[in-house]
T-cell receptor, first 114, second 113 residues
Framework: KQEVTQIPAALSVPEGENLVLNCSFTDSAIYNLQWFRQDPGKGLTSLLLIQSSQREQTSGRLNASLDKSSGRSTLYIAASQPGDSATYLCAVRLGWGGSEKLVFGKGTKLTVNP | EPEVTQTPSHQVTQMGQEVILRCVPISNHLYFYWYRQILGQKVEFLVSFYNNEISEKSEIFDDQFSVERPDGSNFTLKIRSTKLEDSAMYFC???????????FGQGTRLTVV
């Protein structure tokens, strides 16, 4: 059974700092991995999708990497801003053709202090 | 920008009552999903739907749940006889192909009293 773990559970940083959020998964047979942002009481906003054949994806100040063999992904946020404060969720889609569902981690709650 | 729309944003219902949660997926998408998030817990998969039938469902999705695409735009989740433990945020999602980026709605907060 695929398990997704995110460390740390919470992170507080001063504005301007670069930071890394970690995601690990137990079964490396994934099709892709998606990072989301969730604001309190709100929906999930897709940030980045990495296919299993890719090593990284970039969008603005965000960079996500994937090491499928070791079951790890990181989300790098450059020059953090107070508006980045949210919970960041990692989710993996299981192996091609086998499943359509996303399996989520519990998230990392990020607070960026002005 | 296209988005997934869910209504209502918040619904309060009495235990044992039936509720229908509604979703309008992105218009050219073919795959539709329901997930739920109990307060403080992980987002959990409930069901996926493609070509007018359920393609996958989780253990949570028992006989009290059903999904339907009654017309070309809406996608609904029905809970027949709600229980206290059904209280959660329910998210609808859609994607244009299987295994591509999933886009989520803002959620419906269901409170069963």
């Amino acid at each position: 059974k695929q398990e997704v773990t995110q460390i740390p559970a919470a992170l507080s940083v001063p504005e301007g700092e670069n930071l890394v959020l970690n995601c690990s998964f137990t079964d490396s047979a994934i099709y892709n991995l998606q990072w989301f942002r969730q604001d309190p009481g709100k929906g999930l906003t897709s940030l980045l999708l990495i296919q299993s054949s890719q090593r990284e994806q970039t969008s603005g100040r965000l960079n996500a990497s994937l090491d499928k063999s070791s079951g790890r992904s990181t989300l790098y946020i450059a020059a953090s801003q107070p508006g980045d404060s949210a919970t960041y969720l990692c989710a993996v889609r299981l192996g091609w053709g086998g499943s359509e569902k996303l399996v989520f981690g519990k998230g990392t709650k990020l607070t960026v202090n002005p | 920008e296209p988005e997934v729309t869910q209504t209502p944003s918040h619904q309060v219902t009495q235990m044992g009552q039936e509720v229908i949660l509604r979703c309008v997926p992105i218009s050219n998408h073919l795959y539709f999903y329901w997930y739920r998030q109990i307060l403080g817990q992980k987002v959990e998969f409930l069901v996926s739907f493609y070509n007018n039938e359920i393609s996958e469902k989780s253990e949570i999705f028992d006989d009290q749940f059903s999904v339907e695409r009654p017309d070309g735009s809406n996608f609904t989740l029905k809970i027949r006889s709600t229980k206290l433990e059904d209280s959660a945020m329910y998210f609808c999602a859609s994607s244009d192909r299987v295994n591509t980026e999933a886009f989520f709605g803002q959620g419906t907060r269901l409170t069963v009293v």
